[in-house]
């Protein structure tokens, strides 16, 4: 059974209070803001609007039914056609500890040694048949080394920024 660890609880809940606020909450609160603004501020001081939506309900139906999908084709713009989330997923990549480093469960604790495991029976089989030449040793002696620092907790390759 795993011990509870109140500093990690803290910081889960923090995290999670984030997601919660800033996608969900905040999103609606905006959301209904900006149609009572635009509606009391602008459509109610505009005598040509306000004989279109004389009441605010229809105007919030009208809006939605416009508005959702057309934030909808923009937000698809924006993740397929444009360089705009590419861009936004590199400084993901960048910024992410673990992309020159191994992530901590299942690939430190099973699939690395497996894959170590695998690389060393392979190198044993290919020189005991005589099929192993210097290079190779070379090659399989680096991706040794590159693996160890990983399970041991280091950093491969370089990154952009400072760890």
């Keep these: 059974m795993r011990r509870l660890n109140i500093g ?81 997923a590199d400084v993901g990549v960048e910024s992410n500890p673990y992309n020159y480093r191994m992530p901590p469960g299942f690939w430190m604790e099973v699939f690395t040694p497996f894959y170590l495991e695998m690389l060393n029976q392979t190198e044993r089989l290919l020189d005991s048949r005589g099929l192993l030449g210097e290079e190779d040793r070379e090659r399989i002696a680096s991706l040794r080394e590159k693996m160890q620092v990983l399970l041991n907790g280091g950093y491969v390759g370089k990154p952009r920024r400072a760890m």
């Design 8 to 88: 990690m609880v803290l910081y889960r809940a923090w995290y999670y209070f984030r997601m919660g606020y800033a996608t969900y909450l905040t999103f609606l609160l905006g959301y209904v803001s900006t149609l009572v603004t635009v509606y009391y501020l602008a459509i109610k001081e505009s005598p040509v609007l306000l004989e279109i939506f004389p009441k605010f309900l229809p105007f919030a139906v009208f809006s939605t039914v416009i508005g959702c999908p057309l934030t909808v084709a923009i937000g698809w713009f924006h993740l397929k056609p444009s360089k705009l989330y590419s861009s936004e």
